[in-house]
């Protein structure tokens, strides 16, 4: 079957958006973010899912989500780092190109870690441009944001990475990069109305810097539900209410990866428990090696003719 004749026929199926052109069909499968917009603009609710290597972006690739988030979360709940800003950047572009090799049709954004874009507009976007060149398959770039008039750095930089043609998502709320000058990991916007006030501010910073969706992370339910009606740009919330446009969790907090004992934040539901499905299948197969009943011969072996077996012993035998 000609590349033609697939592309018409994922287009009948819903798979891909009727544009033709030279690129392959597996190119044209792939969720853009006109694609998201034109679903925003739907009302359709947007998802989004992280993953940090091959294996989750399949798992995550498999589910449907419009959107797979490389976030730089992986520092503590894949890498064992005490907090994302552990995470050096090279390390990351590593895990970002392992997602990448994933197939499947979800758009991936990539986080901009911490110690990537705080010297420099010039080297914000020297990272930036790193990290889309990675793979086609980057579609956006994720920026921390703060509160505008105290942070002028990073607005300024969405602005240039936008009019260079690097789509921004920005993050507002809790955001992790940025938690010694928060206070800590907790609900942002929850204490006074200015606090409130500044967080609506930023979201329409945001938008008039060019992001073309925002996250918002622990952040009170009206609270993000009235910043998602005031924006023309979808808000994605994690702990912030079924009132954004969308929602995005952590991976490792969905299936419990890293077992029953690891912290679990209010907002993460778990839909599966993976972590401690692991370690009792692992015990099970220390248990049963020890006990010699792995591996069986004859299932998890491999023969060997008996003429090849006999010509062996009697070529080592000649040799000695």
């Not at 998201?36 to 989750?56: F, K, N, V």
């Not at 990073?154 to 955001?175: D, N, W």
């Not at 967080?199 to 810097?209: C, G, I, M, V």
């Not at 890293?258 to 197969?285: D, I, N, W």
Request: a neutral charge.
């Amino acid at each position: 079957m000609g590349t033609n004749a697939v592309t018409r026929l994922l287009f009948h199926r819903g798979l891909v958006p009727r544009r033709w052109s030279s690129h392959s069909a597996a190119q044209l499968a792939r969720t853009t973010l006109s694609d998201i917009t034109g679903r925003y603009a739907q009302r359709e609710p947007l998802t989004m899912c992280t993953a940090y290597d091959y294996i989750t972006a399949r798992w995550a690739q498999a589910s449907g989500a419009n959107l797979l988030l490389v976030g730089d979360s992986m520092a503590t709940t894949a890498l064992g780092y005490d907090a994302p800003t552990d995470l050096p950047f090279d390390e990351f572009k590593q895990h970002l190109r392992s997602v990448c090799r994933a197939a499947g049709p979800a758009a991936i954004v990539a986080d901009m870690p911490f110690g990537s874009l705080e010297q420099s507009i010039e080297h914000g976007v020297s990272s930036a441009v790193a990290l889309m060149k990675i793979s086609s398959k980057v579609t956006s770039v994720k920026v921390e944001l703060g509160t505008p008039g105290v942070d002028t750095h990073t607005y300024a930089l969405v602005q240039e990475l936008t009019s260079r043609g690097i789509p921004v998502m920005g993050h507002l709320g809790l955001t992790p990069q940025r938690a010694h000058s928060l206070g800590g990991l907790r609900v942002q916007a929850n204490g006074t109305v200015e606090q409130a006030v500044r967080l609506l501010e930023s979201a329409q910073q945001a938008q008039a810097s060019g992001c073309w969706a925002v996250v918002l992370e622990c952040v009170p339910q009206r609270l993000a539900t009235y910043i998602t009606e005031q924006l023309q740009i979808p808000t994605i919330g994690i702990g912030a209410g079924p009132g954004t446009s969308g929602q995005v969790l952590v991976i490792a907090d969905m299936l419990e990866l890293l077992g029953e004992g690891a912290f679990r934040p209010k907002f993460a539901k778990r839909y599966a428990q993976l972590g401690k499905a692991a370690e009792k299948s692992l015990a099970q197969f220390t248990a049963e090696v020890q006990r010699g009943q792995f591996p069986v011969k004859g299932t998890h072996t491999f023969m060997m003719k008996d003429d090849l077996w006999q010509e062996f012993l009697r070529t080592v035998e000649s040799r000695q």
